[in-house]
């Protein structure tokens, strides 16, 4: 009979004594069949049992499954199979050189002459085993690293597959130990494979998974252990932010990308194309939770975008996210011009809110532009993108003049002018004011006087029948007597508009003596009208 055996090189042979009854020579007597294990390949070496000790048989038969196969005496061999494998070695035992599954079965020693009174058959049964040689582990979904190490990605359902080849079949088992856990059985069984699953896994789940194959005939026991990770992504987007150097003109560039395992890959890019000539190089990644990055100024400029990208294993399809930094170069802004009041305090403020990183504002002073040391006398306070500078007790000797707000991040540098001039007390202020307000007055008052003047007739006669927009001429003259006069009445005209109106008077007026040289005089008034 024929078995598939699978390859073995060294074995160790175990004998294993099995109380079967076999036969019997008599009914006292029982026949013990002894189990003999082989490895195909191997030689093995059969004793005869029924051989007296010290004494020299003479004829020696070995049958396999109770057919006489070999028989040997002390001068020839007989063979009654066409088997050049088999031979007798120490005058009785049968030696089965390269063993193969044809070889199994049982096989009995028989031992004469007639002399041997008692003899005790052993049957031997010849045993083919194999393996276990090794064990495969499958782990899917997984991903094995260049270490052998296995990953797969937190909630997740992983299956566990080991296998080997044993003849007979082999016994399988799982075991699990995390790293801060004892060992721990998961699963055991027959055959030629043995799976379980862990569905949802977790980080607490990584650490080593062992499978033991083991051949219940030989003992024979192999394990094959791998290590498991469990990767997990952060549970934030990559975070980016800048900063001033140790170096002024230094511009430090932070990203981070923590919470995840294991460590991300960092890099840090150009977000938009170089303008012109300019050609910064910025290449810089690593595998870590924060990559800082150090640029100088030459290659830096106002407006531009440098990218942080993160890529993590547990991110789908390992997908890139980034995050951004712009840069903006510094504009400071205040009040360029400041009046103080002697003998007292005055403050000085600059602010510079767009500029990316945030700049550092100094306060310089004179046509040297000396930097302003913070004391009893310059007061120097820093806020968020803001710096006032307080300058006590003024003195238009010793304080007044220009000062600077200098404003610098990695980008540029950019100063405000700022001219700081001092009066001698409040009253001479309060003077000035009233000395203004009175020019205010007194020009006021003389440009209403002039347009008064100007418009003289038409603000005063603007309601009279003498309006200077009437052509109305009208002349009354005195007669000498009474009745001409009432009798000529009806013929006096006016002209109005270049035509005769007749007037109509009802009043009679008293001629006096003393009126009489003032008709006279208004005479040649009347001609001159008559004539026009």
Known sequence: MKRKMWGAAIITVVVLCQGVPSRATDAAAEVVTVDRL?????????????????????????????????????????????????AIVNNSALQISNVSGS????????????????????????????????????????????????YTIQGSEVTYTCSSQSYPAQELSWVFEGLASKPLNITSGNGTSLSFKKI????????????????PVSGKTVTSSIAM??????????????????NASDLLLLCSWTGGYPEPTLQWKHDEETPGDWQPVLSASAANASLDVTMSRTQLHDGQVLKCVGEHPAVLSRMELPC???????????????????????????????????????????????????SSKYIISQGEAVSTLVITNCSKESDEGFYFCRSENPVGVRELEVHFSIKSSAYNVG???????????????????????????????????????????????????DAPFEDDVSGLTSLTNGNATPVVNDQHTTRDDHEEPQVHDEEPQEKDITDT
Request: hydrophobic share 35%.
């Open 324 to 374: 951004s930094v712009k840069l903006k170069a510094p504009y400071p802004e205040g009040e360029p011009m400041i009046t103080g009041i002697s003998k007292q305090n005055v403050t000085l403020t600059c602010q510079d809110k767009d500029a990316r990183p945030p700049p550092k504002i100094t306060w310089l002073r004179g046509v040297r532009q000396e930097e302003i040391v913070p």
């Open 200 to 215: 949802n896994i977790i980080p607490i789940d990584q650490g080593n998974y062992s499978c033991s194959a083991r051949n």
């Open 103 to 150: 070889d199994e079965g049982v096989y009995l020693c028989n031992v004469m002459p007639s002399d041997i009174q008692e003899q005790n058959q052993h049957p031997i049964k010849l045993v083919l085993v194999s393996g276990p040689d090794a064990v495969s582990i499958n782990i899917t979904p997984a991903v094995v690293l260049l270490n052998g190490t296995y």
């Open 38 to 86: 082989a490895t195909v390949g191997e030689s093995v070496v059969l004793s005869c049992n029924n051989a007296a000790v010290n004494a020299s048989p003479g004829v020696t038969e070995w049958s396999k499954d109770g057919k006489l196969v070999l028989r040997h005496n002390s001068t020839s061999t007989e063979k009654f199979v066409a088997d050049s494998r088999l």
């Open 229 to 246: 990770l469990v990767y997990y992504r952060p549970s934030r987007a990559p975070r980016c932010s800048s900063q001033t150097g140790n």
């Open 431 to 481: 003077g000035l004011i009233g000395v203004v307000l009175a020019i205010v007055i007194v020009g006021s008052g003389g440009i209403i006087g002039a347009v008064v003047y100007l418009n003289r007739e038409r603000i005063f006669l603007g309601h009279s029948v003498w309006s200077e927009e009437r052509n109305d001429v009208l002349m009354l003259v005195d007669s000498d007597d």
